[in-house]
């Protein structure tokens, strides 16, 4: 038993270490938002229920078969892996000739990356907890093989604490990429011992210790709505803490460890806690507090840490009722693989709909409601299935349940728009929404643009202020003191500056007469709300020519530095950071080396750091460090209707420029740099978030 448990356990801590691990890697690519996460997590959800497919397409042959076929295959993976290596200098990473083409779409690319860098050998992971669940089942060992089950979600659950906490602050990504090589070597040595113990045919399974089923008449389809649910609330409610909540990859994990924490507790045997009338009476409370957050949240009346309380405790009772239910109306051991496969049907069933179904039909977050809803009828049909104390009170319970939905549809449909909304559009990089707001003490109008909770620009469209920069890009701020003292400007010379992150194209207020403004942007849609919408005019009325580059701003500046077809830039502008959700790989050692070389020898990088949850500070310190660069901070207040509270941090090789920016405004100060600690450099192989939290 100890050799069958141990080769579970590490197969899942596998399977769950690789996932946070690819998803780091890929993540710069894209912009660093949620939504490549949850394209991992689709992709993860489909190859699993591959890999329970053929676990259970392998009951058709012999077990001493099956058990040659799969340790062929895994050995087969541990070649791939060592030409893999050869190739591209990582057993699981591939090197730089695979990356995306900047306007490439990003589903089909992270698809494509993670099929060919992980895509059978998780496959083969995937199916050893089915399968070798049925390996010990077939030898009539007496002993319940649904606790394996309990023991896959623990090593899945321990993989997932130790990512953050212990494996991405001590190591770099090759290194951990490595070990997880030599981990999938160790799991196929252990897979050669149990091939061993394997019966060379089926015996008469023995009825095991708590493995009658519950009697409710348990199906395929059922199982698989209950686990569509309990992967639409994981899914939805990472969505909603990354992207209206606070968009920071640490809360991607937060779900996932309730998903598989409540799998471990639910099918824990006879040492599990909750009935599933509890867990039913639990399900409404969390409907209950879904339908009051979601409607605070609208009013505007909850805190970050309120939000992310509540949200987890919704999701963790929708998952408790979803695999409580799965336990109890768990089959005969003789039938595991096909309730594994329609287990991981349902992931797939969640995942693909939360990434692309779902997003196409609507504007907001549709799936958060959706995953209750389809909870509480599943609830409701249970209940009039099984005898129970509840049971007793269907109707009363059926009054208040659709009530309850029609309640929630309500509140999300007026959450789905906002005060004052005109446009709102989704895509892979989230939901914007445009929406107009009156200020009744200057009398005028404006339209903001907003991802989820953050701001991403402000126009006027009354008074003096129509083309007035506002927010982050006043004239008092950081930026704005820079643009209009360069010395370029004193002495009627043009400036040609790059901005990465377009906005509403706030920064085109500079521009001025044979100047060169050129907009890095990923995200197709904020391009046309900048350029062709009716709500934001900044690139219309600049005076400058504007250039817009679609992709990860890296990508095309390192496509632009190989070709040398562009002038050099005399200030790059890095506007990543706002949003919460930042993108690493724009703060490495390796992206400043790059803007460097895109920059004029006494070019000035102004990198726009304003956060509400991290302090990029010492990470700038370390890089000003490490290239010798002179810096400014400056800090400036909120000042209403106008500027928004931002700091910018201004670096270049020379203090020319830097000592142009001066201020005597009693809303800005230029922080003392001496007392900045550095961090240590971060590097595109190696950085840590949980160094900089607030």
């Known amino acids: ?383 009039y299935r099984r005898p129970s104390f509840l049971s007793r009170w269907k109707w009363p319970l059926l009054v208040v349940v659709l009530p309850l939905l029609l309640m929630q549809s309500f509140v999300v449909m007026k959450a789905a728009s906002g005060p004052g909304c005109v446009e709102q559009s989704r895509n892979f990089y989230g939901i914007l929404r445009v929406a107009r707001e009156f200020s009744r003490t200057n009398n005028v109008t404006a339209h903001v643009l907003k991802n989820g909770a953050i701001l991403h620009g402000k126009q006027f469209h009354t008074g003096s202020w129509t083309n007035e920069p506002t927010t982050y890009y006043g004239r008092i701020t950081g930026i704005g003191l820079l643009l209009a003292n360069h010395p370029k400007r004193a002495a009627h010379h043009p400036l040609t500056v790059g901005i990465v992150g377009l906005g509403v194209g706030t920064l085109a207020a500079y521009g001025q007469p044979r100047d060169v403004f050129r907009f890095y942007e990923i995200n197709p849609e904020i391009i046309r709300l900048a350029t062709r919408s009716p709500w934001f005019s900044y690139l219309q009325h600049c005076q400058a020519t504007v250039e817009i580059a679609q992709g990860d701003a890296r990508l095309s500046l390192e496509s632009e530095v190989n070709s040398g077809q562009f002038a050099r830039l005399d200030v790059l502008v890095v506007d990543a950071f706002s949003g919460d959700s930042i993108p690493i790989h724009l703060l490495t050692r390796e992206a400043f080396e790059l803007y460097l070389k895109r920059c004029q020898d006494d070019g000035v990088i102004a990198v726009h750091i304003s956060n509400r949850y991290l302090d990029l500070l010492p990470v700038l310190a370390g890089i000003r460090k490490h290239f010798g660069l002179q810096w400014k901070v400056i800090d400036n207040k909120r000042r209403p209707p106008l500027n928004n509270h931002s700091t910018w941090v201004l670096l270049s090789p020379s203090s020319s420029a830097l000592a142009a920016v001066k201020t005597t405004a009693p809303a800005n100060r230029i922080l003392p740099t001496d007392k900045i600690p550095s961090l240590m450099l971060w590097t595109d192989d190696s950085s840590n978030l949980l160094t900089i939290l607030k």
């Open 1 to 383: 038993m100890a050799v069958f448990g141990i080769s579970i356990f590490l197969s899942a801590f596998l399977l769950f270490m690789v996932q946070p691990l690819l998803g780091k890697y890929l993540t710069p690519w894209f912009g660093g938002g949620a939504g490549v996460w949850l394209t991992c997590l689709a992709f993860f959800q489909v190859v699993l229920f591959l890999g329970y497919a053929y676990a259970h397409v392998l009951q058709r042959i012999s077990p001493r078969t099956q058990a040659l076929i799969h340790t062929g295959g895994l050995w087969l993976m541990v070649a791939w892996f060592c030409m893999a290596a050869w190739l591209w200098g990582s057993p699981i990473l591939p090197d730089a000739t695979t990356r995306p083409h900047p306007t490439a779409d990003p589903t089909l690319q992270i698809t494509r990356f993670l099929g060919l860098s992980i895509g059978l050998p998780f496959l083969l992971l995937s199916a050893t907890s089915s399968l070798y669940q049925a390996w010990w089942a077939t030898a009539s060992r007496g002993i319940s093989p649904f606790r394996f089950y309990a023991l896959s979600n623990a090593g899945s659950l321990l993989a997932l604490v130790a990512y953050p906490i212990l494996l991405e602050p001590c190591l770099p990504l090759h290194a951990q990429a490595w070990i997880w090589g030599g981990g999938f070597l160790l799991f196929a040595f252990l897979t050669l011992w149990i091939a061993r113990t394997v019966p060379a045919t089926r015996t008469p399974a023995a009825k095991a210790q708590g493995d009658t089923g519950a009697g409710t008449g348990g199906s395929f389809w059922l199982w698989t709505a209950l686990s569509t649910c309990s992967c639409l609330s994981l899914m939805a409610t990472t969505s909603q803490l990354t992207q209206d909540v606070a968009p920071v990859p640490f809360l991607w994990m937060i779900p996932l460890a309730i998903y598989l924490g409540t799998f471990m507790l639910c099918f824990a045997g006879r040492f599990r806690v909750l009935s599933l009338d509890i867990a039913a009476a639990l399900l409404l409370l969390g409907t209950l507090c879904a339908i009051a957050l979601l409607d605070l949240m609208n009013d505007g009346h909850l805190g970050i840490t309120t939000q992310i309380a509540v949200f987890s405790f919704t999701q963790l009772c929708a998952c408790l009722y979803c695999h409580t239910a799965l336990y109890e109306t768990r089959p005969e051991p003789g039938g595991l693989t096909r309730f594994y496969l329609a287990i991981s049907l349902g992931g797939v069933i969640g995942g693909l709909g939360t990434t692309l179904v779902i997003p196409h039909f609507f504007t907001a977050h549709w799936e958060y409601p959706l995953s209750f809803l389809g909870t509480l009828y599943l609830a409701t049909f249970i209940l």
